[in-house]
Every structure is written in C-alpha cells, then in structure tokens.
T-cell receptor, first 112, second 110 residues
C-alpha cells in the first residue's frame, strides 16, 4: 500500500540535544512538507521541498533543518537552537499543482 | 501566518443533524482544501475546490467557495458519531504550499 510513514511516534528530547524525525513516502510525490501543530492551533509550515536536493523555509524554520537527498525521504532535525520544540510534527507529501496533501500519522516530541 | 480562519471554533450537534463550518481567508487563492483530523492523528484530505469553482460535493460533504467574499463553507449532512474530529481549511495561494487555519472542533453526540 502506498503511503507516508513517520517515525518515531513519540520522541523525548533532553535539553541541548538534536533529534531527527523521519518521514518516508512511497507515493512518488514530488513535494514534501513539515508542519508543526501546537494545542488549539492550526498547522504552521516549517520547511518544504518540491524537488530533490532543494528545499525552502516556511514560516517557522528557525531552529530546524532538513535534507532532501532522495525523493522518498525528507527528515527533519530539531536542533538545540529551537527553544520550545514540544509539539506534534506532521509530514505531508503531494503531487504539485492543485492536489491535496497526504499526511503521515505524526511524531509527538516532548522535551524532558 | 494563518490565511484561513474557521468559524465556529467548536460545534456540538446531535447525530443525524447537519454540521456547517465556515472559513475565511485574506488573499487570492488557487484552491481551497478541507481536511479532517481525529485526535492525535494525521490529517486526512476531504475535498479540494478550485478558485473557478463555486460548489463541490463528495458523499455527505458539500463545499462552497465565494471568492468575492473570500470565504468557504463545509457542510456535513446527516452527521454520525464517527464524524467527531477537527476540521481544517487550507488555502493554496501559489507556490504549492498550503496555509492552514486553526480548525473547528466538531462533536457529534449519539
């Protein structure tokens, strides 16, 4: 079955530690996206990529980094520079132009 | 920046009733999309309406778009307990990236 897989489902980060969230899709979608969701709020765009080896900052990119070395994979690193990383992180993919997104099931990151 | 704003923030109805959620946005768009999110899960794409369309149907869902008022509505007819979820509108204003609103929490009581 085609889909988009995020791992891990739950992640705990210590102060000052970098962590990487995985996102893999087998839908052959060109574009991939990372969003952050805080309680009671909508989704805010962190980074997006429309082609391999290229990505753009979204609205809240500070403290995050990404790579797009393969079409199928778009990992997100939450660095120690992100001062308030506790949130629900959602990865999505899409065909470009006027198509809906397919979302993963999310990773809940908590700072301990 | 949030482009779409949903109204109401929360809605509680009885099973079998219709549920209407509204979305307003600020800039010109290519399309507007509606998504559902069950608690603690990812979002599921429900329907996409292009800027040159005024109404679209999918099963029990009806979406309207009024570009002159920069607003959209999502109607769920004959609601079921399984429709309980958060519903988000999202706008594509170009650049192939969606901007989401804060969502409407729908509770359908059985």
């Amino acid at each position: 079955d085609g889909g988009i897989t995020q791992s891990p489902k739950y992640l705990f980060r210590k102060e000052g530690q970098n962590v990487t969230l995985s996102c893999e899709q087998n839908l052959n979608h060109d574009a991939m996206y990372w969003y952050r969701q805080d309680p009671g709020q909508g989704l805010r765009l962190i980074y997006y990529s429309q082609i391999v080896n290229d990505f753009q900052k979204g609205d809240i990119a500070e403290g995050y980094s990404v790579s797009r070395e393969k079409k199928e994979s778009f990992p997100l690193t939450v660095t120690s520079a992100q001062k308030n990383p506790t949130a629900f992180y959602l990865c999505a993919s899409s065909i470009l132009n006027n198509y809906g997104y397919t979302f993963g099931s999310g990773t809940r990151l908590t700072v301990v | 920046s949030q482009q779409g704003e949903e109204d109401p923030q929360a809605l509680s109805i009885q099973e079998g009733e219709n549920a209407t959620m509204n979305c307003s946005y600020k800039t010109s768009i290519n399309n507007l999309q509606w998504y559902r999110q069950n608690s603690g899960r990812g979002l599921v794409h429900l329907i996409l309406i292009r800027s040159n369309e005024r109404e679209k149907h999918s099963g029990r869902l009806r979406v309207t778009l009024d570009t002159s008022k920069k607003s959209s509505s999502l109607l769920i007819t004959a609601s079921r307990a399984a429709d309980t979820a958060s519903y988000f509108c999202a706008t594509d204003a170009g650049g192939n990236k969606l901007v989401f609103g804060a969502g409407t929490i729908l509770r359908v009581k059985s």
